[in-house]
Every structure is written in structure tokens, then in C-alpha cells.
């Protein structure tokens, strides 16, 4: 069964860091563009960033560039985002997703097979 699993999620106060897993099952991820998406309540899901197969090419949303950094380590099969003066406003469900690439490079379409996420919660 081919499967993506989020770790890494937890409670962090404003300014604090968290490392987020998206680990692969069933699979291998080196032939395949990742990208991380967050879903906050009351909200629709938004793509937070992207990375495609090389670990070349890499795209960020706006609110999180200069914080957030993805990488992969296609050894582990394992891509993570890491996640840097974290706001109030980054709380969400957190979920990795194989997306679409065109050309070489990675983008936030993803192909619509969610595992179950893993909260992310900045609260004093």
C-alpha cells in the first residue's frame, strides 16, 4: 500500500522551531516531487511548499519564505519541512502530498491522496 505519513507536529510557543517527516511506505519518493500543504480551521487547504525530485528546484508560499526551509533525503525516503520563527497564524494540520511537476520543477497541485496530517499548534 502506497502511503505518505506526517510526524513531527506539536505545541510551540511563537518564535520556536519544529521539524516536520513526510515518510514514505510502499514506495520510494526519489522519482517523485513532495509538497507540504496546511490546513488551519475554518479555512481551505493551502499549499506551504514544494520540492521536486532532485531536491533542485524548490518553491515556497509567501508567508513562509525566509522560515521555512523543505528538503528530502532520498536515502531515508523521508522529505521534512523545517519550520523556523513559527507564528500564531502557522497553526494547523500539516500534510504531505506527492504533486504535480511540470518540466523539472515541483508545483503545490497535488494528486489528492492525503495521509492524516500532523497538527501544528504556536500558542503561548
Known amino acids: 500500500q502506497l502511503q505518505l505519513v506526517e510526524s513531527g507536529g506539536g505545541l510551540v510557543q511563537p518564535g520556536g522551531s519544529l521539524r516536520l517527516s513526510c515518510a514514505a511506505s510502499?514506495?520510494?519518493?526519489?522519482?517523485?516531487?513532495i509538497g507540504w500543504f496546511r490546513q488551519a480551521p475554518g479555512k481551505e487547504r493551502e499549499g506551504v511548499s514544494c520540492i521536486n525530485r532532485s531536491g533542485g528546484y524548490i518553491k515556497y508560499t509567501d508567508s513562509v519564505k525566509g522560515r521555512f526551509t523543505i528538503s528530502r533525503d532520498n536515502a531515508k525516503n523521508t522529505v521534512y519541512l523545517q519550520m523556523n520563527s513559527l507564528k500564531p497564524e502557522d497553526t494547523a494540520v500539516y500534510y504531505c502530498?506527492?504533486?504535480?511537476?511540470?518540466?523539472?520543477?515541483?508545483?503545490?497541485?497535488?494528486?489528492?491522496?492525503w495521509g492524516q496530517g500532523t497538527q501544528v499548534t504556536v500558542s503561548s
Open positions: 502530498a506527492l504533486v504535480k511537476t511540470v518540466l523539472t520543477m515541483c508545483t503545490m497541485i497535488p494528486n489528492d491522496s
Open positions: 510502499g514506495f520510494t519518493l526519489d522519482q517523485y516531487s
